[in-house]
Nanobody
Framework: QVQLVESGGGLVQAGGSLRLSCAAS????????MGWFRQAPGKEREFVAAITSHGGTTYYRDSVKGRFTISRDNAKKTVYLQMSSLKPEDTAVYYCAARLGSYAISTQSEYSYWGQGTQVTVSS
């Protein structure tokens, strides 16, 4: 069982940066692939980034490549999403999620545990 709590969201101007954090409970955090997803108003939730259990492999949606970086600190049981060069279209509620497995994948249904989300608003 894993409980996830996101933090770090807020209001930022276009071109700015934010770092999201997702703190996990449980003793087996290092066994989980971690992902970030987002849901904009009126849109379906979509994949943003994922990282394998020991951080060796990362995977991003095309629209955030080169701007966002996912990382993790297993000792702190925390996964991060560093977001730079933010655009108004990045405005959304951002969720972290966890899945047991070997691959950093984008399929939402493969993630068993979800946080409550943190709002990111990018003004133009």
């Amino acid at each position: 069982q894993v409980q996830l709590v996101e933090s770090g969201g807020g209001l930022v101007q276009a071109g700015g940066s934010l770092r999201l954090s997702c703190a996990a409970s449980g003793r087996t955090f290092s066994s989980y692939v971690m992902g970030w997803f987002r849901q904009a108003p009126g849109k379906e939730r979509e994949f943003v980034a994922a990282i394998t259990s020991h951080g060796g492999t990362t995977y991003y949606r095309d629209s955030v490549k080169g701007r966002f970086t996912i990382s993790r600190d297993n000792a702190k049981k925390t996964v991060y999403l560093q977001m730079s060069s933010l655009k108004p279209e990045d405005t959304a509620v951002y969720y972290c999620a966890a899945r047991l497995g070997s691959y950093a994948i984008s399929t939402q249904s493969e993630y068993s545990y979800w946080g409550q989300g943190t709002q990111v608003t990018v003004s133009s």
